[in-house]
C-alpha cells in the first residue's frame, strides 16, 4: 500500500479497514455507546476528518476517536504510516469469519497461475492448444471486463500477457509467434484500461503503446486502430485534447470500417468539446454516426467484444458525454437515455452502465432537474467500492463541481447529493497504488 495515496492516517485506517464509512460510522456511534459517551458521527463529519478538517470535532468526539481508532486525534489527523503485512494493524475488527474466503480464491488462483507459467517455462515446445486458451482467455477478460474489479483484471491480464512472453521465446513458427504478439498486444490493451481505471496515466499511456507496437509487428489494424483510439481518450483525460485529436487523425485512414472508425471518432468529439468546439463536436459525430451504419456484428472489436468492443450503446454513450460538456443539455440526456435503453439489446458491446447513469444525471442538472439528476444516482451507489473505477469517481467530482454552481450551491438537496460523492469517492479503489505491470 501506498501511504502517499492517503491524506491522513484516519483516512489510511477507514480505506484499510474492514468497513465502508457508513458502517464505520455506526460503529463509532456503537463505541459511543458502550462508553455512555454523547458522540455522533455522520458520513459528512467522517469525510471531513479523512482530509483533515477538524474544525468542528467536540472533545467527546475525539475520545470516542482516540478509544475507537487506538491513537491520539492528533496522529489520526497527521501523516499515513507504513505497516508491514506481515504486522498487520491495531484498530476495529470486522466481525463474523476468522477465515478471508476472497483471500483464500485470490491465493488458489495466484498459485494456479504460477503453476501454468513455469509450466510453459520449462516445456521444450509451444504447445497450440496453450496457444488456444490464451486467445480464450483475453477474450473472455474483456467481456467480463466491467463486472471484476480492476485489480483483480490486472492480475489477470498481467498473467496472459506473461505467458505468452514465455511462449514467444520457445516458437519460431510464424503462425504462432503471430498469435502470440495478438494476445500479448490485447493483454498489454486490457492493462492500459485498467491503469486508466486506476488513474495510473503514465502506465495507461504505456500499455496502449505497446499494445499498438505489438499490432504494427503483425499488421494487426484492429488492434492497432483500437489502441490509438485509447491513446487518444488518456490523453483528452490527462488534459491533453489537443494531442488526442493529433493522435485520431493520423489513425483514421488505416483503421478498418466501422465499429472502430466509428469509436475514434467519437473520442475525437469528445476531444473537441474538451476545448469548446461545438461545431467540430457536431462534425465528429455525425461521422461517427455514419460509421455506425457498417458495425460489424462479429469479432473481437466488433459489438460482442466486451471492453474492445463499440456497440450501439457505448455509441451513444459517448456521443452524450461529448454533447454534454459543450452544454447541450437535452440533446446530451436524449443520447445518454437511448445508450441506458440499448444495453439489454448490445451486452457485449462495452457500456459500463454506471457511466452512462452519472452523465446522465450530470446532464439532467445542466437542464435544470436537480430531483431527475438525483434519481439518475439511485443505482450508483450501490456500486462496490473495489468497482469504483475512475471512469465513476471523474465523473462523479464534475458532477459535484456542477453541484456547487450558482443556481444549487445554497439547495439542501444539493449539497447533501456533493455529501455523498465526497464519501463515494473517499471510499474507491482508485487510491489505492499500483502494482507494477
Known amino acids: 500500500m501506498a501511504t502517499a495515496q492517503y491524506r491522513t492516517l484516519l483516512e489510511q485506517l477507514v480505506h484499510e479497514g474492514p468497513w465502508t464509512v457508513d458502517e464505520t460510522c455506526r460503529e463509532f456511534e456503537t463505541k459511543a455507546q458502550r462508553m455512555q459517551e454523547s458522540a455522533t458521527l455522520s458520513p459528512r463529519q467522517l469525510a471531513r476528518w479523512m482530509r483533515g478538517d477538524v ?9 470516542v476517536a482516540e ?20 504486522e498487520g494493524r491495531s484498530g476495529p475488527a470486522a466481525p463474523g469469519l476468522s477465515v478471508d474466503v476472497k483471500s483464500l480464491e485470490a491465493a488458489a488462483v495466484m498459485a494456479a497461475h504460477e503453476s501454468f507459467e513455469h509450466a510453459a517455462r520449462i516445456a521444450g515446445t509451444v504447445d497450440s492448444t496453450d496457444i488456444s486458451w490464451l486467445q480464450e482467455s483475453v477474450l473472455e477478460l474483456a467481456r467480463e471486463y466491467q463486472d471484476r474489479p480492476p485489480l ?5 491480464a498481467r498473467h496472459i500477457r506473461n505467458v505468452a512472453y514465455l511462449l514467444l521465446d520457445k516458437t519460431r513458427r510464424p ?35 505497446s499494445a499498438r507496437t505489438y499490432a504494427e509487428l503483425i499488421g494487426d489494424a484492429d488492434l492497432e486502430a483500437w489502441s490509438r483510439g485509447t491513446q487518444a481518450l488518456i490523453a483528452n483525460w490527462r488534459g491533453q485534447s489537443r494531442r488526442a485529436i493529433d493522435l485520431i487523425a493520423s489513425s483514421i485512414e488505416a483503421a478498418p470500417a466501422g465499429a472502430l472508425t466509428a469509436r475514434l471518432r467519437a473520442i475525437e468529439a469528445r476531444a473537441w ?36 468492443g463499440w456497440g450501439p450503446s457505448r455509441h451513444a454513450a459517448c ?4 454533447l454534454l460538456k459543450v452544454g447541450h443539455g437535452e440533446t446530451a440526456v436524449t443520447r445518454i437515455s437511448d445508450a441506458i435503453g440499448l444495453v439489454a439489446e448490445d451486452p457485449f458491446g462495452g457500456l459500463a452502465p454506471a ?26 451507489w450501490t456500486i462496490p467500492a473495489p468497482n469504483r473505477r475512475q471512469g465513476l469517481t471523474g465523473r462523479m467530482d464534475q458532477l459535484a463541481r456542477q453541484l456547487t454552481g450558482r443556481d444549487w450551491r445554497e439547495t439542501a438537496q444539493a449539497i447533501e447529493l456533493r455529501d455523498q460523492i465526497e464519501v463515494f469517492n473517499a471510499e474507491a479503489v482508485s487510491r489505492l497504488a499500483l502494482p507494477s505491470a
Not at 498489454?188 to 502506465?203: E, I, M, N, P, Q
Not at 457536431?282 to 474492445?308: N, P, S, V
Not at 442538472?365 to 443505482?379: F, I, K, Q, V
Open 319 to 322: 456521443a452524450g458525454t461529448a
Open 273 to 308: 468539446a474538451e476545448l469548446g468546439r461545438p461545431n467540430q463536436v457536431k462534425e465528429a459525430l455525425l461521422l461517427a454516426d455514419l460509421e455506425m451504419d457498417q458495425i460489424r456484428e462479429d469479432g473481437l472489436y466488433g459489438a460482442t467484444g466486451g471492453e474492445f
Open 175 to 209: 503462425a504462432q509467434t503471430a498469435q502470440l504478439y495478438q494476445v500479448a498486444g490485447q493483454a498489454c490493451g486490457l492493462l492500459s484500461v485498467v491503469s486508466f481505471d486506476l488513474a495510473r496515466w503514465d502506465a495507461a499511456e504505456e500499455q496502449a503503446r
Open 67 to 86: 478509544a475507537f481508532w487506538g491513537d491520539r486525534f492528533e496522529v489520526l489527523l497527521g501523516a499515513p504510516q507504513v505497516v508491514p503485512e506481515s
Open 355 to 380: 457511466r452512462a447513469q452519472i452523465d446522465l444525471a450530470t446532464a439532467e442538472l445542466l437542464a435544470g432537474r436537480l430531483d431527475a439528476s438525483a434519481d439518475a444516482l439511485e443505482t450508483v
Open 55 to 63: 474544525a468542528q470535532a467536540r472533545p467527546v468526539a475525539r475520545r
Open 152 to 156: 483483480q483484471l490486472l492480475t489477470e
